[in-house]
């Protein structure tokens, strides 16, 4: 089955007037910007849009992207597979304005469009990098411990009170009141 490849740049206006669909995949090394953050990019997003009007009147952008994706885990250091499902929900208007920001709804993200045209792997790509944890990890902590990483011990360290860094400064100020 032949994947139907997506345009390089859209009038998300236009688009949502004809109420259009952006269906196909993007290569994850298409995308520099997330690509520079991924310990691989040899995968694809899937990515699957429609846009319309909706009863407001309002111009939308809404559907899914899928992918799995490569990061170092910031625990163990090692390799984190992280398949990412992300809902796109998005309301375009044209201008800054508080106004026009006002007026949308809160399922809808604005995204500012005001040129005619738009690269599609520059919205892909924005809403996968708003996707990704800021601190990647594996979320259970035994996968790291597979990798060969051991969590510190939560109790005491065996220096803890030997070791006392302001001690002589306390010393010292003890001194100076003494001598005053």
Not at 42 to 68: H, K, N, P
Not at 97 to 114: N, V, W, Y
Not at 155 to 164: I, Q, V
Request: glycine fraction near 6%; charge should be negative; include cysteine.
């Amino acid at each position: 089955m032949q994947i139907p490849t997506l345009p390089d740049r859209i009038d998300p206006w236009q688009l949502a007037a004809e109420n259009g669909r952006l269906d196909g995949e993007l290569r994850l090394a298409a995308l520099p910007r997330l690509a520079a953050l991924l310990e691989r990019t040899d995968g694809t997003v899937s990515v699957a849009l429609v846009a319309g009007v909706d009863e407001q009147g309002l111009r939308f952008v809404e559907g899914s992207l899928r992918t799995e994706v490569e990061l170092i885990c910031q625990r163990c250091l090692g390799p984190l597979r992280l398949p990412l499902r992300v809902t796109v929900s998005l309301a375009l208007v044209r201008a800054e304005s508080e106004s026009e920001f006002a007026r949308l709804p809160s399922q809808r993200e604005p995204l500012l469009a005001a040129g005619a045209d738009l690269a599609v792997a520059d919205l892909v790509e924005d809403e996968l990098l708003l996707a990704l944890p800021r601190i990647p990890r594996h979320r259970d902590a035994r996968e790291c411990e597979a990798a060969g990483y051991h969590a510190p011990s939560s109790g005491p360290t065996p220096d803890a009170g030997r070791h006392r860094a302001f001690a002589a400064l306390a010393s010292l100020l003890q001194d100076s009141k003494r001598n005053n």
